[in-house]
């Protein structure tokens, strides 16, 4: 972060939303600079960025795209995933997540979260793998990594290709290990909510680099150029390539990533101090793990007790707006969508998500947000729950 950057940031509106960016001038300058320069999709910077990338990621090849969901879906086609085939996922998170195995005519399989991580439970992976099993995406919610360890061994186990959904774990870790810098396909989001952003994109992190080939060419409908005017195609691309002007935004967010990680774990730290209080623990609201080793915290989530509350999510996120602060759902369980209820899922089938999707709460948290609106948040939440908490009998 540049050495302009406030020590103690102050939040910059009297409203909090649940999430809010931060673009220094330099990187707005560096904007404007490309939009004069004439070359304002993919070009140079975005060479730049996929450099700068490749560096995080260990010198693994890295192809930026223009949303983490196009990552997803053209590491299946490398992984030769498509129809007849299966795709184990989590049934909690946004719905790209399954929405791209739909997309490559394949399948998605869901098993249930663990209650703590809310994670993909690694102890039901196993019994959900068939013959016609190809791929796992994990999911890392919140920011918080899925066990890498145990994740991989199933695969290697079982010979499956792992598409890690880090669309919200840029700048975790695993055991010391950044997340991209090993494993098998790692996909990341820079949407505009994300720790670093470029507005709208992502990148995959690939293993090689005659799948890095493959990857552009399924992101500009599979053209491959030679010398001043070859061209072929040999395969069904796609459009999904970022421009220069996202990868300058990126380019210009990446050096803050240690100093906006480091913020949000003091953010988060500041949370769960807050939330140590006897009504939380009376009424057994549901804190995050309290992971300041591996998670990035690009989210600070709470699930509601609704047995023993007299209202549901959506009034007191009706109420907490009305007290200016903004809060999210991510997510609902997502196979109780239209779309997935008439591939044959049902509800009841996963407990554990469904619980958490009716109850799942993101409460403010970007880096100029202050320990005060912190304190702020968590005494008008804990007002409103003790105003409504039911009666012990």
């Known amino acids: 972060m540049s050495a302009s950057t406030p020590a103690t940031p102050k939040s910059p509106v009297s409203f909090l939303p649940f999430a809010r960016p931060a673009i220094d001038e ?31 990621a260990g010198g693994r090849p890295v192809r930026a795209f223009n949303s983490g969901t196009g990552t997803m879906e053209i590491a299946l086609r490398i992984a030769g995933v498509g129809p007849g085939h299966e795709v184990i996922t989590t049934p909690l998170s946004w719905v790209a997540t399954a929405n791209v195995v739909l997309e490559v005519g394949a399948r998605p399989v869901f098993v249930d979260i663990d209650p703590v991580t809310r994670n993909l439970d690694p102890d039901r992976i196993e019994a959900a793998i068939t013959s016609a099993t190809r791929a796992i995406i994990p999911v890392d919610l919140a920011g918080l990594p899925v066990d890498r360890d145990r994740l991989y061994a199933i695969a290697k186990r079982h010979q499956l290709r792992v598409i890690e959904d880090a669309a919200q774990s840029f700048g975790s870790s695993w055991q010391g290990r950044r997340i991209g810098a090993f494993g098998d396909f790692v996909s990341f989001s820079f949407h505009a909510n994300k720790n670093i952003t470029t507005a709208e994109g992502g990148c995959l992190v690939l293993n090689d680099e005659r799948e890095a080939g493959l990857a552009e060419q399924y992101r500009l409908q599979g053209v491959v150029r030679t010398g001043y005017d070859g061209m072929e195609v040999d395969l069904v691309g796609g459009k999904f390539n970022l421009t220069d002007v996202a990868a300058r935004i990126g380019l210009g967010q990446l050096p803050h990533l240690d100093l906006v990680t480091a913020r949000r774990r003091e953010l988060a730290r500041a949370y769960l101090e807050a939330f140590d209080t006897p009504l939380v623990r009376d009424l057994g609201l549901r804190l995050p793990v309290a992971d300041f080793a591996n998670s990035n915290w690009h989210m600070f989530q709470i699930v509601l007790p609704e047995e023993r509350l007299t209202i549901r999510r959506a009034e007191v996120m009706a109420r907490m707006h009305a007290a200016g602060i903004g809060t999210g759902v991510h997510y609902p369980a997502m196979h109780l969508f239209a779309v997935y209820r008439r591939l044959g899922w049902q509800e009841g089938a996963f407990p554990h998500a469904e619980y958490a999707g009716r109850n799942i709460l993101t409460l403010p948290l970007f880096p100029a947000l ?20 039911k009666q012990k009998v």
């Open 26 to 56: 330099e990187t707005i300058a560096g904007v404007a600079e490309v939009l004069r320069s004439g070359w304002i999709t993919s070009g140079p910077q975005v060479k730049a960025f996929e450099a700068k990338l490749s560096e995080y």
């Open 370 to 389: 202050t320990r005060a609106d912190v304190a702020r948040v968590v005494t008008t939440l804990l007002e409103i729950l003790a105003a409504h908490q």
